[in-house]
T-cell receptor
Framework: GAVVSQHPSWVICKSGTSVKIECRSL??????MFWYRQFPKQSLMLMAT?????????EQGVEKDKFLINHASLTLSTLTVTSAHPEDSSFYIC??????????????FGEGSRLTVL | GQQLNQSPQSMFIQEGEDVSMNCTSS?????WLWYKQEPGEGPVLLIA?????ELTSNGRLTAQFGITRKDSFLNISASIPSDVGIYFC???????FGTGTRLTIIP
């Protein structure tokens, strides 16, 4: 299957700082990537759709100024959590589709990034 | 976003037993996907379903896309210890996830 990699795997930061998480598709090009958030023992909740070369589309209730998404190339999307607070602590996961054009719809997920804000 | 209702929420079974879980939605989906997630990792795709009524197998796993397009089930036969994890269904091409089924296997 296709490979999607996230970095860092885990990060601890102080309240008020900003944290950047990278999502890369290693062996395919992804015009669209997706960012999810997962709290302990809960399901994945879609935060936003990251589109290469254009603005991200955010789900209802997700603050776009808080969670900045940049999709600068066909293999890289970044999520920046700005002015992080303890309530932003969560597991952030990205995904990308290898072949959405044909409608196969298979998403491949990164390993996830665990953010802990002190 | 919308969540899919998945049941059961958790299962405690003995090694060798078969497992069955299902997922329902109030909306019609054109794609149903089943993922497994282990602690601290991202979900891994197990089976993808694209047609109503489709029955697909992947080793000991079998999944079906409901005729109404509003439900799907996943079966695991002859469970083994490495089957432990959380299983999620997903619709809308992976953009809407189920609530998850946590599988625990008793040796």
């Amino acid at each position: 299957g296709a490979v999607v990699s996230q970095h860092p795997s885990w990060v601890i930061c102080k309240s008020g700082t900003s944290v950047k998480i990278e999502c890369r598709s290693l062996d395919f090009q992804a015009t669209t990537m997706f960012w999810y958030r997962q709290f302990p023992k809960q399901s994945l909740m879609l935060m936003a759709t990251s589109n290469e070369g254009s603005k991200a589309t955010y789900e209802q209730g997700v603050e776009k100024d808080k969670f900045l998404i940049n999709h600068a190339s066909l293999t890289l999307s970044t999520l920046t959590v700005t002015s992080a607070h303890p309530e932003d602590s969560s597991f952030y996961i990205c995904s990308a589709s290898r072949d959405r054009v044909s409608g196969t719809g298979e998403l491949f997920f990164g390993e996830g990034s665990r953010l802990t804000v002190l | 976003g919308q969540q899919l209702n998945q049941s059961p929420q958790s299962m405690f079974i003995q090694e060798g037993e078969d497992v069955s879980m299902n997922c329902t939605s109030s909306s019609i989906f054109n794609t149903w996907l089943w993922y497994k997630q282990e602690p601290g990792e991202g979900p891994v795709l197990l089976i993808a379903l694209y047609k109503a009524g489709e029955l697909t197998s992947n080793g000991r796993l079998t999944a079906q896309f409901g005729i109404t397009r509003k439900d799907s089930f996943l079966n695991i036969s002859a469970s083994i210890p490495s089957d432990v994890g959380i299983y999620f269904c997903a619709g809308q091409e992976g953009l809407t996830f189920g609530t998850g089924t946590r599988l625990t296997i008793i040796p």
